[in-house]
């Protein structure tokens, strides 16, 4: 049965919270600004996950049945009577239903953490002590909804007839729960990331996101957050054109500027300006250049330059970081790194944003140009030049990761020296 109320839990709580969230056309990724960790809102969330639960158990007959007799008398029974392994649950309501409820309690640590609502599936240390610190909350949650003030012993006296109170579900909801942690963190990086990079429709993205990642799904209403958010990432809102299968994206002679233009960017130092006050410099060296000719190829040329070998500055008329939004923005690099953003509005919750997406968010990861003439728009659309920072191991660079912020500019120059690669946005013959 507790895993039917877990269940509707979901549904009522999809419910309550969907009249305090608004569609808005922008992605959903919205970083606050946390010092620290949120206790206020990790309890308030938390106890709105134990109200839900318990007014659903007192829908049931049994549960309002045992509201009889002396009510401290039968409590002390319930503590009393916890012996042995099992409580007489069923095998999918001790190993299936409880780590979920333990990982929902799990990921509200998570998203009120500072230091773990950031971090990825990975083996880094960090991570693992993040989870580990979700798992303490869990089992503090399910102790509490086991045998606490507000618990199964108190509302209903669960445990007070012999054989139905064990040990089995305060060991299982934290350790299963951590184990769910952990199963959609992976399915989040490795298989919804991949898809998403995919440039699906956004109807698919936001479905992978709940079907794969439920229970971060059901924490992420108990905030009034979308069932789809992220705090690292947005939705991927650019989708490529329809390209026939066999049929080459960019022509023959915007193949051509793309050889071009691989051995021009290797010459040497290669500049990037706009007339907005964009001036970026980088060397490529010897990393490879990664293209994608026909089934899907979209004619961008793309590369991951050394990790150290860039500085200069980016100037933007919009940022957005997650939630955060700065208007009329220069982000200052040295050494590969950002080391400044400035903006006329929206300064300081530019810096929290990128704060909070953790060190890989500064490093400088990726340059591309875009060659396809068939492309309005995008990365890919000739002549547009993006400038991406987080990871580029897919790329054959050091900086472990997806990437995290790419910012394109379509009025752009790029030259190495005396020779140009794109003249405002355009692309030189």
């Known amino acids: 049965m507790r895993w039917k109320l877990l269940a509707a839990a979901m549904l009522f709580s999809a419910a309550a919270s969907g009249a305090g969230v608004k569609d808005r056309a922008q992605a959903t990724g919205e970083v606050e600004r946390r010092q620290g960790f949120r206790w206020g809102p990790a309890l308030r969330q938390s106890f709105l996950f134990l109200s839900i639960e318990h007014s659903l158990r007192l829908t049931q007959a049994k549960t309002r049945e045992q509201f009889q007799g002396k009510f401290f008398r039968n409590y002390w029974s319930c503590i009393k009577s916890i012996r042995g392994w099992g409580d007489g649950d069923s095998f999918f309501t001790n190993y299936i239903a409880h780590p979920m409820q333990g990982a929902v309690a799990g990921f509200i640590q998570i998203q009120n953490d500072p230091a773990g609502i950031t971090q990825e599936f990975s083996r880094e240390g960090a991570y693992w002590r993040s989870r580990l610190k979700s798992m303490a909350w869990s089992a503090a949650y399910s102790t509490q909804f086991e045998i606490g003030p507000i618990s199964e012993a108190t509302i209903g006296h669960v445990g007070k007839r012999p054989g139905t109170a064990g040990l089995t579900d305060l060991v299982v909801t934290p350790t299963g729960g951590l184990g769910m942690t952990v199963l959609e963190d992976a399915l989040d990086r490795l298989v919804i990331r991949k898809f998403e990079a995919g440039r699906t429709s956004l109807g698919w993205q936001r479905f992978m996101r709940i079907s794969l990642n439920p229970q971060r799904t059901f924490a992420n209403l108990l905030r009034f957050k979308r069932p789809w958010h992220r705090d690292t990432r947005d939705l991927n809102r650019w989708t490529m054109p329809m390209v026939p299968a066999g049929v080459q994206v960019i022509s023959a002679a915007d193949a051509a500027a793309r050889e071009r233009a691989k051995e021009v960017l290797r010459l040497g130092t290669v500049r990037v300006r706009t007339p907005r006050g964009t001036d970026f410099m980088f060397r490529v060296g010897s990393r490879p250049f990664h293209v994608e000719d026909v089934e899907g190829g979209d004619g961008l040329l793309r590369v991951a330059p050394p990790e150290q ?22 982000i200052e690099v040295d050494n590969g790194r950002i080391t400044r953003v400035r903006a006329a509005e929206g300064a300081e919750a530019l810096a929290v944003a990128l704060a909070a997406m953790g060190e890989t968010a500064h490093r400088f990861a990726e340059f591309s140009i875009g060659f396809s003439s068939s492309a309005s728009h995008g990365p890919s659309a000739r002549g547009t ?3 991406g920072f987080g990871g580029n191991e897919e790329l054959g660079g050091a900086l472990k990761g997806p990437l995290l912020h790419r910012h394109c500019l379509v009025d752009a120059t790029v030259h190495v020296d005396f020779r140009y690669l794109v003249r405002d946005g355009k692309l030189t013959e």
């Not at 957005?320 to 220069?330: E, Q, W």
């Open 309 to 330: 070998a860039s500085f200069g500055q980016i100037s933007l008329p919009e940022l957005r970081l997650g939630g955060a939004v700065g208007k009329n923005v220069v």
């Open 385 to 387: 030049v993006c400038l």
